[in-house]
C-alpha cells in the first residue's frame, strides 16, 4: 500500500484539514470514534492510504497537526472529528506569532521545527511504501513551512523506493540502481544535518549579538 501522511499547519490549514478528515471519513464510511460503519466493502478499499488500523478495528488519520498558539488545536478537538486524531500528532506552541513575521521565522516557529518534524519522521517510518505528503495550509505559516520544507526532501525522498528493496527483494540488474540510491540517500542525510548544524550556529550568533 502506497500511503500519504498529511500535514495542516495554521489556523487556515487545520480548518481546512478538519474539513477534509470529515468528508474523506464519511466517504470510508468511518465515524468520529474511527469505527466503521459504513455499508459497502468498496469503502475499505485503499483505506489504508489515509488511514493506520489500530487496536479494535479503529481507523485513526496519518495526520500531523500544527500550530504556534493551543486554540486552533482545542478548535479542531471539539470538532466533529476531533476525537478521532492520534493525540501525539498535535504540534503546538503557546503564544502564537500574531502575524509577525520575525515570531514566527525566528522564536516560536523555530521551535516547533524539531517537534514537527519528530512526529513526521514517527509516521513516515511506520508506512511500508510511503507515497508522499499532502499539506494544508495559507501562506500565513509560511515561514515554519519554509524551515520544514527544505528537510523533507532530505529525509524522505528516496524512502519509496528503499521499501522494494528491502520488503520485496531485487533482482541481479537492481543492485546497481539500489547502490545509487542509498549512496544519494546517506548524502541527502548528511545535507540534512549540516543544515541543521548551520541554522544552530546562526542562532548562537543572534543571541551573542544582542547580549553585546
Known amino acids: ?16 484539514g478538519a474539513k477534509f478528515w470529515e468528508v474523506i471519513s464519511d466517504e470510508h464510511g468511518i465515524d ?12 475499505l ?8 488500523e489500530a487496536t479494535g478495528g479503529k481507523y485513526v488519520p496519518r495526520a500531523v497537526l500544527v500550530d504556534l498558539e493551543p486554540g486552533t488545536m482545542d478548535s479542531v478537538r471539539s470538532g466533529p472529528f476531533g476525537q478521532i486524531f492520534r493525540p501525539d500528532n498535535f504540534v503546538f506552541g503557546q503564544s502564537g506569532a500574531g502575524n509577525n513575521w520575525a515570531k514566527g521565522h525566528y522564536t516560536e516557529g523555530a521551535e516547533l521545527v524539531d517537534s514537527v518534524l519528530d512526529v513526521v519522521r514517527k509516521e513516515a517510518e511506520s508506512c511500508d511504501c510511503l507515497q508522499g505528503f499532502q499539506l494544508t495550509h495559507s501562506l500565513a505559516i509560511q515561514e515554519l513551512f519554509k ?12 524512502k519509496a523506493f528503499l521499501h522494494w528493496y528491502t520488503g520485496e527483494g531485487m533482482d541481479e540488474m537492481e543492485f546497481t540502481e539500489a547502490e545509487s540510491n542509498m549512496n544519494d540517500l546517506v548524502s541527502e542525510y548528511q545535507q540534512y544535518q549540516d543544515a541543521t548544524a548551520e541554522e544552530e550556529g546562526e542562532f548562537e550568533e543572534e543571541g551573542e549579538e544582542e547580549l553585546a
Open 1 to 16: 500500500m502506497r500511503e500519504i501522511v498529511h500535514l495542516q499547519a495554521g489556523q487556515c490549514g487545520n480548518q481546512i
Open 32 to 43: 468520529p470514534t474511527g469505527s466503521y460503519h459504513g455499508d459497502s466493502d468498496l469503502q
Open 45 to 52: 478499499d485503499r483505506i489504508n492510504v489515509y488511514y493506520n
Open 147 to 158: 524551515r520544514i520544507s527544505e528537510q523533507f526532501t532530505a529525509m524522505f525522498r528516496r
